[in-house]
């Protein structure tokens, strides 16, 4: 199998509409096609389609669009490679093997498969590792649900695990299980509690260690591999999927205090393994349908930052956001008090607006009697309340809440806010308009019907159009055409064409395309041929009386006049006359 058939293996098995789903709540529009929120750009109208029988995604206001794996590259920040590998990895197609590759070389996440094994046997094997985990009163299903693991105080214990199953050093050194020093290989994980981080498919994709005995960090995590990156996961997110499309997440810092609400029944709990919530993390919430976010962040300083953190994501402008006041350090300290889920619903319920707790944070330690202190929160405040949108509830609130706190009138906070405004630097230049023209259009039109043929038929047709219209060189057409002759695959097409400077409106072409008329498929393509052909004719005849107006000739008189009863002969072919 070479890459174009496991690509097309790829899309046989794995439903777009499905993929899409994960990031975004599609909804039903017409037959075949789901429409929601677009992933790549704000917006508060749906604008971003998916038809699942051409294999297309579209979204038509920031034009971004193409197949399965345009999506995957462009919301995974993946290139080509990087997503057929993690596609064909979900639909079980085994990708064609790269010259002089080592025949014993082992996936990736096959390694990270037969480290999981090796840290669940050292944890049976180990006193020391489930006293541990009794003592932070997590339960034998808890530690089985999430998978917990010891790492044996050994330095080679999991890399001779590793060797004995064919997976070399290098191999574990690249899954992020193995560390390398002066040509030493050695295991990274030693004398730790392993958590196995899963990505939203569910798979082992990295492990983070906590040190049982005086090791530093306290946490370790696994460096972020082709398959790991810290920003794209977030923990428990497979256990918690069921519970998050009711509506509502709970954000944790650590991945104990994860585990300790989920036993404490609350299964919508995640946990990031950064400082706050990145903008991948909120697009995973989002694509589950999450509305409320309540971030149950630790209660020093850090923690209440990186809840800060968290609310100043573009993508957070999507949520209600809710500050957790916890009565003790973090969520994991109540799983040993017989009161602990009680106290924790309350914390819930008094949660703080984002608003409130903005204001609060920003507030704290100032006395807002003072002027300058006054002045502080103002200034602090000012970048939230600056929305680009004309209706942001959270930007309202704000400024009714600071008007009320430190005793501003809303015309001299308007003004404040308009004077700031002025001072900002200019916005960048809207992106460059995508040509309009009537040739372009048409050439897009034919290159639209041309790919709704089936395959048996398309290299046959595109032989007709060559010898029936006669594109300017350097013309969209005019490549089509060539890379057909030579490479007539429609996925490849349609993926190297969506790339073009045209993209966007060649995907709306697609998109918008009706289904295939088969007994009608020559008359529409001749009359749209014979558009083309007058298009084409116009814009010569346009070159030359420019040149006519410049310097009279007879030559160009005559050559006009051709043009204009070949022009003539196109309108009689598509006005069917």
Not at 102 to 112: A, D, F, G, M, T
Not at 162 to 174: A, N, T
Not at 270 to 293: C, D, F, M, P, T
Request: charged share 30%; with cysteine.
């Amino acid at each position: 199998m070479d890459t174009a058939q496991a690509v097309e293996a790829i899309k046989r098995r794995l439903s777009l509409k499905e993929v899409v789903g994960r990031y975004v709540a599609l909804k039903p529009a017409g037959r075949g096609r789901w429409k929601g929120l677009c992933p790549f750009h704000q917006e508060k109208t749906p604008s971003f389609y998916v038809d699942e029988e051409k294999g297309l995604f579209h979204c038509f206001g920031c034009k971004a669009g193409g197949d399965l794996f345009a999506f995957v590259e462009r919301i995974e920040g993946l290139d080509f490679p990087q997503a057929l590998e993690r596609l064909a990895e979900e639909a079980g197609v085994e990708l064609p093997k790269k010259p002089g590759a080592p025949q014993n070389r082992k996936e990736l996440l096959e390694v990270l498969r037969l480290a999981q094994a090796y840290f669940q046997e050292g944890l049976a094997a180990s006193e020391e590792a489930k006293g541990y985990l009794q003592n932070r009163g997590l339960t034998e299903e808890s530690v089985a649900r999430f998978g917990l693991g010891y790492a044996p105080a050994k330095a080679d214990g999991l890399l001779t695990h590793l060797v004995r199953h064919g997976v070399s050093p290098e191999e574990g050194v690249k899954a992020g299980v193995l560390a390398e020093k002066d040509g030493r290989f050695f295991d990274r994980f030693r004398h730790r509690i392993t958590f196995p981080i899963k990505d939203h498919l569910g798979r082992i994709v990295a492990f983070t260690g906590r040190a049982l005995g005086e090791e530093t960090p306290k946490y370790l995590n696994s460096p972020e591999t082709p398959l790991f990156r810290k920003r794209e996961v977030l923990f428990a997110y497979p256990e918690a999927r069921a519970r998050l499309r009711e509506g509502r997440a709970i954000v944790v810092e650590g991945l104990f205090d994860a585990i300790a609400l989920h036993q404490m029944g609350f299964g919508e709990t995640v946990a990031v393994l950064g400082a706050g919530l990145s903008e991948e993390q909120a697009r995973l919430l989002k694509s589950q349908e999450v509305r409320e976010v309540y971030l149950a962040f630790d209660a020093d300083e850090a923690g209440q930052k990186a809840a800060l953190q968290s609310l100043d994501l573009e993508m957070a402008r999507q949520f209600l956001f809710y500050a957790v006041r916890l009565p003790v350090k973090d969520p994991g300290e109540l799983l040993k008090r017989e009161d602990g889920p009680a106290l924790f619903q309350r914390a819930l319920e008094e949660a703080l607006p984002e608003v409130e707790f903005r204001f609060q944070e920003t507030a704290k330690g100032l006395d807002l009697s003072r002027p300058e202190h006054k002045r502080k929160v103002l200034e602090a405040l000012t970048p939230r309340m600056l929305s680009p949108e004309p209706f942001d509830p959270v930007a309202e609130r704000l400024k009714a809440l600071v008007v009320e706190r430190l005793g501003l009138s809303p015309r001299q906070l308007e003004e404040y806010l308009a004077s700031r405004k002025r001072g900002r630097p200019a916005p960048p230049p809207p992106p460059k308009a995508e040509p309009k023209d009537r040739a372009l259009l048409l050439e897009l039109d034919v290159m639209a019907l041309l790919l709704s043929l089936p395959e048996e038929r398309f290299s046959g047709w595109v032989l007709y159009v060559s010898d029936h219209v006669w594109p300017p060189e350097g013309s969209l057409l005019a490549e089509f055409l060539d890379l057909a002759r030579r490479e007539p695959r429609r996925d490849y097409l349609r993926q190297v064409l969506s790339r073009k400077e045209a993209g966007g409106l060649f995907l709306e072409k697609l998109m918008m395309a009706p289904p295939l008329e088969e007994p009608r498929f020559p008359e529409i393509m001749e009359k749209t041929l014979a558009r083309l052909r007058e298009a084409y004719y116009l814009e010569r005849r346009a070159k030359l009386k420019a040149l006519l107006a410049q310097e009279p000739r007879l030559e160009l008189l005559k050559e006009i006049q051709e043009l204009d009863q070949a022009i003539e002969a196109e309108r009689r072919i598509y006005r069917g006359l």
